[in-house]
C-alpha cells in the first residue's frame, strides 16, 4: 500500500511538471543514472532515458527496449569562482546511481550566459547533452532528482556492463581496446603473467587499475619516470660503460651514482625548450621533472590541475629546496616550475567531437606537432600513459631523434585500424602486440619494466 501511494504520489508530481513546461515552452527528459563521473570542471551522468510519456513511466516501470543512452555533462565554467567546489560536492552528493532524474531542455531565444540545449551527435556512441552552470540554483533547475533507487543496482550494472564496457577489476591488469569513457575506466584484460623482474610494491590488496591502483600515487609513478629519464641522458653522456641497470633507473638515486655527471645531464635536458611531457595531464612527471631541476612542458587538450595533496608537496619541495642550496652547495638543483600548453599532441584524434571534449574552444584545440616551437628545441620527449597520442610521441621523437621515454597503455584497436603487427596483415589487437608495434619503428627503441602495477611497460631510446 505504501508503495502504491509513492509512486501515486510522484506520478502527481510529474503531471504537475509537465503541465509547467508547457507554459515555460520547455521539455522534460526523463531517466535514470546508471553511471557518473565528477571531475574538476565538469561531471558527467550516463543515463538510460525514457522515450514514454510520464504517466506511463510511473505506472508501467519501463522496459529496457524503451529506453535510450543519454550522456549529460554539467560544465562547470571559470565564471564559477568560489562556487566550483561547491558545485562539484553538490554533484557528487545529490546524483546516485540508479536514482530517477528530470532533465530540462529548454529552446528560448533569452541571451543567458549558460548554454542549455546543446544536443550533438556523436559519431558511433550516444546523444548528449552540455549545459553550463554557475549556481547551485541552475544545477537543481536543469537536472532534478525525482526519486531515489528507482532501478536497481544489479540493473545499473547491466548498462554499464552493455554500454560503457566496463568489468571488475581483480588481478593485475593492462589496458585492451576500448575508448574512453570520459572518466569512466576503460576495458580491461588480465595480465597472463608477471615479468621476471617486477618489484612488489606497498599497496592494499585489490587496489589494482589501469594506471597503477590507487596503492600507489600518480606523483610517485612521475618520480619513476624523471628518474628513469635523467639516468638513460647520464647513460649517454658517459664515456665509459654506465655501471647501472634499466629496471634499477626508476627507484634509484641519479645524482648519488655520479653527482658530476648528474648536473652536466640536468644542463642538457634544460637546455632549448626542455623535456616536453606529452599527454601529460595534471602534470605529475613534469612535477617529478621539476623537483630535479629540469624544465619540462606538459602538453594536454585536458585543462587538469595538480589535486591539491599534490599541489601542496610540490610548494612545499619549491619553499624547502630554495632555502637548502646555501647548506648543500651548487650540486643540488632548485627546482624548477614547469609550462603548460593546451594542445593535441602530434594531431586530433579521428571522430573526437570537439564541441563536446572542449566547448570553451569553439574553433578547436590547436595541435603541438613536429613543426611547433616548443617541439623544434626540446631535449627530450616523455609520455606517462599517454593513451591515444602514444604512437604520435613515438613518432616524433623517431623523425627528431630525439631522447624518449614512453609507457604505453590503452591499445585503442578501432580508432587505429591501420596499425599492422610487424612483419604481418593482422591488425594490433593487444597490448603486447602494441608493444611490438611501437619498438619496431626505429632498432634503438629498447624496452623495460617499471615498478608499479598495471601497465608498466617503459619503451625508451636516445638514437
Not at 608537496?313 to 632548485?334: D, F, T
Not at 616551437?373 to 627528431?400: F, Q, Y
Not at 602494441?434 to 626505429?442: G, M
Request: net charge neutral; proline share 5%; aromatic share 8%.
Amino acid at each position: 500500500m505504501q508503495v502504491i501511494d509513492e509512486e501515486a504520489e510522484l506520478e502527481e508530481h510529474v503531471s504537475s511538471k509537465v503541465s509547467e513546461q508547457s507554459v515555460r515552452d520547455e521539455t522534460l527528459i526523463y531517466g535514470v543514472v546508471f553511471a557518473k563521473t565528477v571531475r574538476s570542471s565538469f561531471a558527467c551522468l550516463h543515463v538510460a532515458q525514457f522515450s514514454t510519456v510520464p504517466s506511463d513511466l510511473i505506472l508501467n516501470r519501463i522496459e529496457e527496449s524503451e529506453t535510450e543512452h543519454l550522456l549529460v555533462r554539467i560544465q562547470f565554467p571559470e565564471k564559477c569562482g568560489d562556487n566550483l567546489k561547491a558545485l562539484r560536492s553538490f554533484c557528487r552528493r545529490t546524483y546516485k546511481q540508479c536514482d530517477l532524474v528530470s532533465i530540462k531542455r529548454w529552446r528560448t531565444n533569452d541571451e543567458k550566459d549558460r548554454a542549455c540545449d546543446q544536443v550533438f551527435e556523436n559519431l558511433n556512441q550516444w546523444d548528449r547533452i552540455v549545459v553550463d552552470v554557475g549556481s547551485l540554483e541552475e544545477v537543481t533547475d536543469v537536472v532534478r532528482v525525482e526519486k531515489a533507487r528507482f532501478w536497481s543496482i544489479q540493473r545499473c550494472q547491466t548498462w554499464q556492463q552493455k554500454l560503457l564496457s566496463m568489468r571488475s577489476l581483480q588481478g593485475g591488469f593492462t589496458c585492451d581496446e576500448g575508448e574512453s569513457t570520459y572518466g569512466l575506466s576503460a576495458t580491461l584484460v588480465e595480465k597472463s603473467s608477471r615479468p621476471s623482474t617486477w618489484i612488489d610494491m606497498p599497496r592494499p590488496d585489490g587496489e589494482i587499475g589501469h594506471h597503477g591502483g590507487k596503492g600507489l600515487l600518480k606523483r610517485e609513478q612521475g618520480q619513476f619516470i624523471a628518474r628513469f629519464l635523467v639516468h638513460m641522458v647520464m647513460k649517454k653522456l658517459s664515456q665509459s660503460n654506465y655501471d647501472s641497470d634499466p629496471f634499477s633507473w626508476a627507484t634509484e638515486d641519479p645524482w648519488k651514482v655520479d653527482a658530476d655527471l648528474f648536473q652536466k645531464s640536468i644542463k642538457l635536458l634544460c637546455s632549448g625548450s626542455g623535456v616536453v611531457d606529452a599527454a601529460g595531464g595534471a602534470g605529475h612527471v613534469s612535477m617529478a621533472l621539476g623537483t630535479m631541476g629540469v624544465r619540462s612542458t606538459v602538453v594536454d587538450p585536458r585543462s587538469a590541475a595538480l589535486p591539491g595533496r599534490d599541489r601542496k608537496v610540490w610548494n612545499r619541495i619549491l619553499r624547502r629546496q630554495a632555502s637548502q642550496k646555501a647548506e648543500v652547495g651548487e650540486l643540488v638543483c632548485l627546482p624548477v616550475q614547469y609550462n603548460k600548453i593546451r594542445a593535441w599532441f602530434g594531431s586530433c584524434p579521428i571522430g573526437v567531437d570537439e564541441r563536446f571534449r572542449n566547448p570553451d574552444c569553439p574553433d578547436g584545440l590547436p595541435v603541438c606537432d613536429i613543426n611547433s616551437e616548443v617541439l623544434r628545441s626540446c631535449t627530450a620527449i616523455v609520455a606517462l600513459h599517454p593513451d591515444e597520442a602514444t604512437g604520435s610521441v613515438v613518432d616524433v621523437a623517431v623523425n627528431k631523434r630525439v631522447p624518449m621515454v614512453v609507457v604505453p597503455c590503452c591499445v585503442f584497436s578501432r580508432l587505429f585500424p591501420d596499425r599492422l603487427k610487424p612483419g604481418s596483415s593482422q591488425p594490433v589487437s593487444s597490448y603486447e602486440d602494441l608493444l611490438q608495434y611501437l619498438a619496431f619503428k626505429d632498432p634503438s627503441i629498447q624496452r623495460a619494466e617499471l615498478p608499479f602495477i598495471g601497465a608498466n611497460t617503459v619503451l625508451y631510446s636516445t638514437f
